[in-house]
């Protein structure tokens, strides 16, 4: 759904069902703040935030690695 949502990211998400870990690389995240790019990562996941998936980690890169 993420890679959906931000077309070229890359994603590695880590779970047990409910509960997960995302790490997501995307270029959409150039100069945008912590909170704006844990918002879009949340964005692609729309509704299932409030049903399967029970809780989120979110960490988040620039391909360079500044963000």
Known sequence: MIEN??????V??????THFEAF???????GKSRLQQHRMVYATLGSNMEGA???????TATPS???
């Open 5 to 10: 949502g931000l077309p070229g990211s890359a």
């Open 12 to 17: 590695q998400v880590t779970g047990d069902g």
């Open 24 to 30: 997501v690389v995307s270029e959409a995240f150039t």
């Open 53 to 59: 998936i029970h809780a989120l980690s979110i960490r």
């Open 65 to 67: 690695g500044a963000a």
